[in-house]
């Protein structure tokens, strides 16, 4: 399902195609996926209500769904991953599908939760709508993805790099989507009481050449459509990773990379949850409260 407002970023079939690559060795750099989901487990614990029936969207190797294992109720988890690789090792009940069709009959689950894949969905606003499909009345959708400003060092360094030694430039690093948007897809895909908050993770490297072979580890390479089709040559990344030295280093040496988590939190309505009050049914007339502050002026 595509929105009238979406836009075709990515290249999903190279985004499977590199997940799959990944699965043999995707313990060797899931540091980043295993901090995440202990965070997404926490915010779980804060409510108070088992999940019987839950859905681990974008599972990678399973390790949302271990991290979640003997938690929250969980009866049933089925694990759902883009590429067929990760499916296999998700666990026992996986299905290999996209995040923007998804094969679940409606009301299914009653819990949603997504560990670091969102980022990579075309048509977001379709995949909520989706997710909250999915839900029971009053099901959950807990997830994190990827924000605007992770690995802004990299890109930076990409950028110049590129202006410097090609005399232009093209996407070297995917784009990710900004906070002050997230909120709004979420209401507008029909989630009640959507909260969406972020921190911020930052991991040290050698030099950046280990931080571009953990993104390959990861699966999480560029994948945008717009991308030039020939690799970067050695002296664009010779160059790229003398600046990020040069410019991001801390005293011992190793530089930094940023990565921000937007975490993402609804409900699919149901008529037991809290309402806003309807406009006018105030018992102190907007009148008689602004003169009461005013009159509390010095």
């Not at 995440?36 to 779980?44: C, F, H, I, P, S």
């Not at 859905?55 to 991953?81: F, N």
């Not at 606003?125 to 924000?147: E, I, N, S």
């Not at 009481?193 to 580890?217: C, E, H, K, N, Q």
């Amino acid at each position: 399902m595509t929105t009238p407002d979406s836009m075709t970023v990515f290249d999903r079939a190279l985004v499977r195609r590199r997940r799959d690559r990944a699965v043999p060795a995707f313990a060797e750099h899931a540091f980043l996926f295993e901090e995440v989901a202990e965070r997404l487990a926490d915010r779980l614990e804060d409510v108070v209500r088992p999940f019987p029936a839950a859905l681990d969207l974008g599972a990678h190797d399973g390790v949302m769904g271990r991290t979640l294992r003997g938690r929250k109720g969980i009866e049933t988890l089925v694990a759902c991953d883009l590429a067929p690789g990760f499916a296999r090792k998700a666990g026992p009940l996986a299905v290999a599908a996209d995040e923007e069709l998804l094969p679940f009959a409606p009301e299914t689950f009653d819990l949603v939760v997504s560990n670091l894949s969102l980022h990579w969905v075309n048509d977001l606003p379709g995949a909520l709508v989706q997710v909250r499909q999915a839900l029971k009345p009053d099901g959950f959708l807990c997830a994190a993805m990827l924000g605007g400003e992770t690995l802004l060092e990299l890109r930076r360094c990409l950028y110049e790099a590129e202006m410097e030694v090609s005399g232009g430039v093209s996407p070297r690093v995917s784009p990710f989507a900004e906070i002050r948007d997230v909120g709004g897809l979420m209401q507008r895909a029909g989630f009640a009481l959507p909260v969406i908050d972020s921190d911020v993770i930052t991991v040290t490297y050698a030099d950046a050449f280990r931080l571009m072979r953990d993104l390959r580890g990861m699966g999480e390479t560029n994948a945008v459509l717009a991308r030039r089709k020939v690799p970067a040559t050695r002296a664009l990344l010779f160059d790229a990773a003398r600046r990020y030295a040069e410019r991001y280093a801390e005293p011992d040496g190793r530089i930094e990379a940023t990565f921000q988590i937007l975490y993402l939190a609804g409900w699919a309505p149901h008529e037991s949850q809290q309402q806003p009050l309807k406009p006018g049914c105030g018992e102190i007339p907007l009148g008689e409260a602004l003169k009461g502050s005013a009159e509390r002026l010095p």
